[in-house]
């Protein structure tokens, strides 16, 4: 087996979740298999370069697209948000997780790993706490 199968394949045997609709908002992230506590996620997630905006810079864009920054990103305390250089085309899956004040995950202090907190169910819908990483509360809106 070539070195790129051998990553893919590691991959696969990391693949723990799939994304379908959620009862909490949308879609969501959900356990195909069961997920030990402590499992790092979303390990084959290949990061794309990214560029900060300040939200003034997005105002012009479309109503649907602005829609999709405020539910998606994260809003930094410095006002501005890192958009990836693909935009929504290339999201990975931990940007479906669902906001829960019970998380079963939580993100590293540094940011690059999200972490189960306790074992999941198969079938069980992964969730984070939003106020842990987002400066963004139900009351503040991206864009007024």
Not at 17 to 27: A, L, M
Not at 29 to 57: C, H, N
Request: net charge positive; aromatic share 10%.
């Amino acid at each position: 087996m070539n070195s790129l199968k051998k990553r893919i394949f590691k991959n696969l045997q990391s693949t723990y979740c799939q994304i379908r609709p959620s009862k909490i908002d949308g879609v969501g992230v959900f356990a195909v298999r069961e997920i030990p506590e402590k499992t790092k996620l979303f390990t084959g997630y290949v990061p794309q370069p990214s560029a900060r905006f300040k939200l003034s810079e997005l105002k012009q864009l479309p109503a649907a697209v602005l829609k999709l920054l405020a539910g998606f990103l994260v809003l930094e305390n410095d006002g501005t948000i890192e958009i990836p250089q693909g935009g929504f085309e290339g999201l990975d899956m931990s940007f479906y997780l669902n906001h829960s004040k019970t998380p079963n995950v939580k993100i590293t202090s540094g940011g690059e790993a999200f972490i189960t907190l306790r074992k999941i169910k198969k079938g069980e819908e992964l969730t984070i706490d939003y106020q842990k990483f987002d400066n963004i509360t139900k009351d503040h809106k991206f864009f007024d």
